[in-house]
């Protein structure tokens, strides 16, 4: 490892920390970005839950009653995904594993995102189905699925690839 100015040496990824400061700093950081996550999901996932006890969820047609119990079992893969991570944490902490609950922890937040998309564009549907009655709501939806691709995934994706030094 070459040597810093300091005379410490700066590790493969141009920091200077250990493996175990760097696992801590990539925890640190997953749990943060994973609260957002959760906070979001929780509210709408609380929200969708009362949906069936309103008194117009009786007249809704069948295909407004299947796209909701699809969005409420997105709902509660999301939410355990997103959860995951904290119960991951907790079930391993203090078994030096932690770079690899890292790893594990990265992996369900990444299918809690994809989940999360899945959740609103179900959400979407439903409620511009029931709002609007009208063709128009699968241009909207796939519009507002489009934008969070472009958000969640592509412009990542495009930064990662564009400022990412061998």
């Excluded at 995102?113 to 699968?138: E, F, Q, Y």
Aim: net charge positive; with cysteine; aromatic share 8%.
């Amino acid at each position: 490892m070459p040597a810093t100015k300091s005379g410490g040496e700066i590790n493969e990824w141009g920091r200077h920390e250990t493996e175990e400061e760097r696992a801590d700093r990539k925890w640190g950081e997953l749990i943060q970005e994973v609260r957002v996550a959760q906070t979001g999901v929780q509210i709408l996932f609380g929200f969708l839950l009362t949906v069936v006890f309103q008194q117009k969820y009786d007249s809704l047609p069948q295909t407004d009653k299947t796209i909701y119990i699809v969005t409420v079992v997105l709902g509660a893969a999301t939410t355990g995904a997103l959860i995951g991570p904290v119960s991951l944490h907790r079930l391993v902490s203090g078994r030096r594993v932690k770079a690899e609950a890292v790893e594990l922890a990265s992996r369900m937040t990444f299918v809690g995102l994809a989940l999360l998309l899945a959740t609103m564009t179900s959400s979407l549907v439903l409620i511009l189905r029931v709002a609007t009655h009208n063709g128009v709501v699968p241009w909207i939806v796939t519009a507002v699925v489009a934008w969070y691709a472009l958000c969640w995934y592509v412009v990542p994706l495009w930064a990662r690839r564009r400022h990412t030094t061998e």
